[in-house]
């Protein structure tokens, strides 16, 4: 190859180096990867104000005497002193994805009086005779909180849609309880209060918490008509010697703003516990079904 040749060669090269290069600074930057969104699942709330209308079956013993309860809600409604009767209710339920937090709090004053009530025994240390008339009272609050988790879900024919939740918790109970008595003159009422001829037998404070594991089946008909079944069971001696609770309800959509939709709730409500402690003269019972129509209504936001 001549001087020339050479010369000529390596002038074609750089240029062709350097053009390379001007084009690939020409190319626009390459975008960056968009950043892949992580989607978290939103809290939703569940707020539920409801009445419940019992009736209320058993029996209790306070200060070792026990009556038998049998009082439908009718009787609760005619007594003589019809301002005991009083009930304050309401259930609230926060839910992630499958994680549900649940709570109920119910605030109710019952008493039964008349055929409602009626004395079945007293203890072998009192003398004397009761006479027919009796009346009980019972002022009661029921905290219950438990955590719940969706085990399944499947859909059905067309938009309807099932799942079944467990959960577990606890429920708390807090009650005064008294009966009133009436008096024979032959009656050794012992450590009864007397009161207007009758004599009192009052429980006091008796609270207690019991431990409770349940199911739940939650079915959506459609957007606007829901049912929701629930039974659990409970106390196993740790407070209560057993409990049990089985509550069935209907919602169907009313109304819907922006951020909540309402819904009117209907179903009925049976709790029962079968509580004791104490012996003769201090034992205190307290086996009672408290059963009947619950009415409300669902906020969801």
Not at 208 to 219: A, E, K
Not at 239 to 250: K, L
């Amino acid at each position: 190859m001549t001087m020339r040749s050479f010369r000529l060669s390596a002038l074609i090269g750089t240029v062709l180096c350097c053009g390379a290069q001007s084009f690939a600074a020409d190319l626009p930057a390459r975008p960056p990867e968009p950043a892949v969104a992580v989607s978290t699942p939103a809290w939703s709330y569940v707020v539920t104000p409801y009445a419940w209308l019992p009736s209320i079956n058993g029996s209790t013993t306070i200060r070792g005497r026990t009556a038998d309860i049998d009082a439908s809600f009718g009787d609760l409604l005619d007594r003589k002193i019809p301002e005991q009767l009083f009930g304050l209710m309401g259930a609230f339920e926060a839910r992630n994805g499958r994680v549900s937090v649940m709570t109920d709090l119910v605030y109710m004053k019952l008493g039964a009086d008349g055929g409602g009530a009626r004395a079945r025994s007293v203890h072998p240390a009192i003398g004397g005779a009761l006479a027919a008339s009796m009346s009980a009272q019972f002022e009661m609050f029921i905290a219950e909180a438990a955590l719940g988790y969706e085990l399944v879900r499947w859909q059905g024919a067309g938009v309807s849609e099932t799942a079944i939740d467990v959960y577990g918790g606890g429920r708390f109970w807090w009650q005064d309880a008294e009966t009133d008595l009436a008096l024979t003159a032959g009656l050794n009422v012992g450590d009864l209060t007397m009161v207007r001829g009758r004599a009192r037998a009052s429980s006091g404070d008796v609270t207690w918490l019991d431990p409770l594991v349940g199911v739940r089946l939650r079915h959506q008909f459609t957007p606007q008509l829901d049912m929701v079944l629930r039974g659990d069971v409970g106390g196993f001696g740790a407070g209560s010697r057993f409990s049990w609770q089985a509550m069935g309800s209907v919602n169907w959509e009313f109304a819907r703003t922006e951020s909540t939709v309402w819904s009117g709730m209907a179903g009925y409500r049976a709790l029962y516990v079968d509580y004791e402690r104490g012996t003769g003269r201090s034992r205190y019972e307290y086996d009672m079904l408290t059963h009947g129509p619950i009415l409300g209504v669902t906020a969801r936001f």
